[in-house]
């Protein structure tokens, strides 16, 4: 074995088991959520949705992270607010869910002390991810929740953790619990016939975690863990790897469901430009860059409305996955992202496109050149 094999390893083990418990975490919401209890739901400042498992499994991650690696110089970038929940009608049932948890933390391979936490402890550790990142030092990055929209609605959501070392993504690991564990049945989530899932009851065995470590040239893909953990944790992981289309009339291309931040009809200017033939596969979520690195589609285009930044929680542990998988990943300037320049993924250069490899993405590039200066005219 390489010796850069051995480095991050401990990271990547405590990072991967910590999904899976959040992964576990959310499914437990999730059912809760889709039996009508619309309590666990508010809003937040911006509109956008924050959820019982958006701050308990900020929680969990921060607890565990701390127990693991010491809380004196952890820093911690995610998306939620301690000082929000304080006053929100969730603190209990986040209090709950977070202990719930905690309590099958073990069967994970995951050690929690001092349980049942109480609600100032939980407020402690979500505050505790409060750092901004940047070029200096080390950073993990967590969107505890990516995707809320498509959690609340029973659709694909991912949970999304990733480490940054002196400016670069080191490692990356996506929880997809929504996620089909079988190549190419993305397209039919929830849209499961009651014969098609009689004939093949395994067939649609759904929910896997992604991950990878920068310059291994390998991505990772296990299912989520049902019951006791009794085989090392990484003996039921196989390698993923990009779709070897290069056709762009072949080729399936991702973007977001939602339209409030992002510009769909200049997405659709740039597919018909790059001779795009296939309808749009808009899915939630980092689950976009999940398809992308197990070859269930080749393309994910990103085009940002006006005054929307885009964050460095949304996108770094699926960049890496996607790249360490054979993918390109780069702005439409066909730059590199930037994830040393704090919460933000500052100097974009219009939007964010992520390939299978180099012949379809620097057909992309051109068709956004192509298609940015029609829309000038």
């Not at 936490?117 to 409060?130: F, S």
């Amino acid at each position: 074995m390489a010796e850069g094999e051995f480095l991050f390893s401990k990271e990547l083990d405590v990072a991967v088991r910590v999904v899976h418990l959040a992964c576990a975490l959310c499914q437990r919401v999730q059912n809760s959520l889709l039996s009508a209890n619309a309590s666990q739901v508010n809003s937040k400042d911006d509109d956008s949705l924050v959820t019982v498992a958006d701050y308990s499994v900020q929680a969990v991650v921060s607890q565990i992270l701390s127990e693991s690696f010491g809380s004196q110089n952890l820093s911690i970038v995610a998306e939620e607010d301690a000082q929000t929940l304080s006053k929100s009608d969730l603190l209990q049932a986040v209090v709950n869910t977070v202990n719930e948890s905690f309590s099958e933390a073990p069967r994970f391979g995951l050690k929690v002390s001092n349980i049942p936490l109480a609600p100032n402890q939980v407020l402690e550790a979500i505050g505790r991810c409060n750092s901004s990142g940047g070029p200096k030092g080390r950073h993990w990055v967590l969107d505890p929740v990516d995707g809320t929209l498509g959690f609340v609605r029973g659709n694909q959501y991912a949970v999304a953790l990733a480490l940054i070392e002196e400016g670069r993504v080191i490692l990356g690991v996506l929880g997809c619990p929504n996620y089909p564990v079988k190549k190419g049945l993305v397209n039919h989530h929830h849209q499961l016939t009651p014969e098609m899932s009689s004939a093949s009851p395994d067939m649609w065995e759904k929910g896997c975690v992604m991950y990878a470590k920068r310059g291994t040239g390998k991505a990772w893909m296990q299912p989520l863990i049902h019951g006791e953990l009794k085989l090392n944790l990484f003996d039921s992981a196989r390698k993923i790897k990009v779709s070897s289309v290069k056709d762009p009339a072949l080729a399936t291309f991702c973007e977001p469901v939602e339209k409030t931040n992002t510009s769909h009809s200049f997405t659709e200017g740039v597919a018909h430009s790059a001779g795009l033939r296939k309808k749009p596969l808009r899915v939630y979520s980092m689950v976009k860059y999940a398809a992308i690195a197990r070859g269930d589609a080749e393309i994910y285009m990103r085009f940002a409305t006006a005054g929307y930044k885009e964050k460095i929680w949304d996108h770094a542990a699926g960049v890496l996955i996607v790249q360490e998988a054979g993918g390109v990943v780069t702005d439409a300037g066909g730059r590199p992202l930037d994830f040393s320049r704090g919460v933000y993924l500052e100097g974009l250069d219009r939007g964010i496109i992520a390939c299978s490899g180099a012949v379809l993405h620097e057909k992309i590039i051109g068709a956004v050149d192509t298609s940015w200066e029609c829309s000038l005219l």
